[in-house]
């Protein structure tokens, strides 16, 4: 898997790693910005990557769109079944719970994630704020109100079948995934607040994302425009690479434990 590429290095001899070391030292406030190269190691999919991303293999045009779910909303409800199967059965990774434990350490962690999974959560962190919503929290396409999820898990062939979505009883709407598509507004509480995070935090760690979806890539931008050091943990290059303070290139599940190791020291 590509992420071997991180893990083969020692990157406590990097220049880069020892400066997030002292960064990360000398922060009061900090805000993690993750994306799905965070969840890579726990066996979820990422996006973009070239052979292995989900948009490599899938059409984000059928999939992820308000309109796609309403012109075909059984293929776009049972693949969204299929990845909640799969991230219900997946662990958080060292570095989530890498992540969580930063609030051992530094006065002030915000989380904010692309993700749509709950590895943040399951590792321990605490006030999570998900831009791009939650796979677990359905809601009815017309009237937005949440869908009780069965205690069954799904259990869905890779990428799904055809599933028809169960109907909302108060007003017989389809129910839809409670994940932000293309073309949709972020929930404004969780972007409201990851902006105060970001305004007022002393050291921004971003992990695992391409950067280039908007406005979650705006988060870092604003933290570099304000002077704050931005520090980048990715296994490539990112459209925020050229940009950040530092780029540590690592796997999260290696470099983040690592970091937290060479604080301990
Ligand atoms: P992408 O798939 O665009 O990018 C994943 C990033 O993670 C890449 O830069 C990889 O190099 C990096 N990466 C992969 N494995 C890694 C690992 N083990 N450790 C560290 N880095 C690793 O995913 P996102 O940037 O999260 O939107 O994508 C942003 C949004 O686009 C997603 O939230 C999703 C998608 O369409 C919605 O679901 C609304």
């Known amino acids: 898997m590509r992420y071997g590429i991180g893990m083969s290095r020692d990157i406590s001899a990097s220049p880069d790693f020892d400066r997030a070391v002292d960064a ?28 292995t ?12 769109t308000p309109d796609a779910f309403l012109r075909d909303p059984d293929l776009v409800w049972g693949w ?11 662990q958080p990774n060292a570095g989530h719970f ?6 051992a350490i530094v006065p002030a962690v915000t ?3 692309q993700n749509v999974d709950d590895l943040h959560e399951r590792a321990g962190s605490t006030g999570v704020l998900h831009l791009h919503g939650s796979i677990a929290a359905p809601r009815c396409f017309d009237c937005a109100r949440p869908w009780p999820l069965p205690a069954d898990l799904p259990d869905e062939p890779e990428g799904g079948r055809r599933l028809p979505p169960p109907r909302y009883t108060h007003c017989g709407g389809m129910v839809r995934p409670g994940v932000v598509w293309f073309g ?10 990851a902006e105060h995070a970001i305004s007022g935090s ?6 695992g994302t391409s950067g280039i979806v908007y406005p979650a890539a705006e988060l870092p931008e604003r933290a570099l425009a304000a002077g704050t050091p ?21 796997s999260a599940a290696v470099g983040l434990p690592a970091l937290l190791d060479a604080l301990g020291e």
Do not use: C, K, M
Request: proline share 3%; no cysteine; charged share 25%.
């Open 80 to 90: 969204y079944e299929w990845r909640r199967g799969q991230v219900a059965r997946v």
């Open 53 to 64: 991303g989900l948009w490599s293999t899938f059409d984000a045009e059928q999939l992820a």
């Open 24 to 51: 990360l030292r000398r922060a009061r406030r900090i805000t993690v910005l993750s994306g799905a190269g965070a969840s890579a190691e726990s066996g979820i999919p990422t996006f973009r990557d070239a052979l």
């Open 98 to 103: 890498a992540v969580a434990q930063l609030g």
């Open 202 to 207: 002393d050291l921004v760690l971003v992990i």
């Open 184 to 193: 949709e507004a972020l929930p404004r509480g969780a972007w409201q607040r």
């Open 111 to 113: 989380v904010v994630t």
């Open 230 to 250: 931005v520090i980048e943990f990715n296994i490539d290059e990112s459209a925020l690479s050229p940009y950040v303070t530092r780029s540590v290139r690592t």
